[in-house]
């Protein structure tokens, strides 16, 4: 589990940092189909992380509940 997390981290950080420059280029580009592109790219760049926290907590919570709910009935998973 804990080599997944660790992949699921560096893709993150590559898909942030893409995503960091992505909005750069288009920032510097003078077109309207830049300007577009680059709203998305800002979006995505407060989106991602807001989601994954959002998953990443939910995770947590429902394991959270499955533990509580298994140690109760004294079985085990």
Not at 39 to 52: D, E, F, N, Y
Request: with cysteine.
């Amino acid at each position: 589990m804990k080599k997944t997390k660790q992949i699921a981290a560096a893709a993150g950080v590559i898909l942030l940092a893409g995503l960091y420059v992505l909005t750069l280029i288009f920032a510097l580009i003078d077109s309207p189909w830049a300007l577009e592109c680059f709203k998305v790219s800002v979006g995505m760049t407060i989106l991602i992380p807001v989601l994954l926290w959002i998953y990443l907590t939910m995770f947590r919570y429902i394991r959270q509940r499955r533990e509580e709910t298994a140690g109760s009935s004294g079985e085990d998973l």
